[in-house]
């Protein structure tokens, strides 16, 4: 069978950190919930500032530094961390080949042959494609993509495609 698409991507560190980051963002619970959480903050620190309780403003104001860097630096550094025990996909090319009722994914170490109807979400952004299997797990294309590759994608799984 001819393969209607045929894609090559590399697994590098800076996409791998992409897509984790992308992925931090796209769960809209957890960024309401860290938002309300840092403005409750901010608002308790200038409140406890304003009525000269000094030791709970820095109290609030260190929780509200600590928060911020472990969600966007520590956990970077973890998935950087991460991605280099990996040595199954670390730095490895990987070539997806899309084919009427499924595509195939391989490397040098696998294959796997994963049907559309498997596809949780499609999540287009501007350098990447990810095609995700479950939340937390999908596989990550760099764009440029051919002609008619994302019109392809959203046909085989409209009600995905976000």
């Given at each position: 069978m001819q393969?209607?698409?045929?894609?090559?991507?590399?697994?590098?560190?800076?996409?791998?950190?992409?897509?984790n980051r992308t992925l931090r963002?796209?769960?809209k619970k957890i960024v309401v919930f860290l938002s309300v959480l840092n403005v409750?903050?901010?608002v308790t620190t200038v409140f406890c500032l304003v009525n000269g309780d000094f030791f709970w403003a820095a109290v609030c104001g260190f929780y509200l530094v600590f928060l911020d860097w472990y969600l966007f630096?520590?956990?970077?550094?973890?998935?950087?961390k991460v991605f280099m025990q990996n040595k199954l996909i670390a730095s490895q090319e990987c070539e997806f080949r899309f084919?009427?009722?499924?595509?195939?994914?391989?490397?040098k170490n696998a294959s796997t042959n994963i049907?559309?109807?498997k596809i949780h979400r499609i999540i287009e952004t501007q350098k990447n494609?990810?095609?995700m299997y479950s939340d937390n797990q999908g596989i990550m294309m760099q764009k440029p993509v051919p002609d008619g590759f994302v019109d392809f994608l959203h046909q085989v799984a409209p009600e995905r495609s976000k």
């Open positions: 393969a209607l698409y045929t894609i090559k991507s590399l697994y590098s560190k800076e996409e791998f950190m992409r897509f963002f796209k769960n409750l903050l901010l630096r520590g956990t970077d550094k973890r998935m950087a084919y009427d009722d499924h595509f195939e994914s391989i490397t049907g559309y109807d494609i990810y095609i």
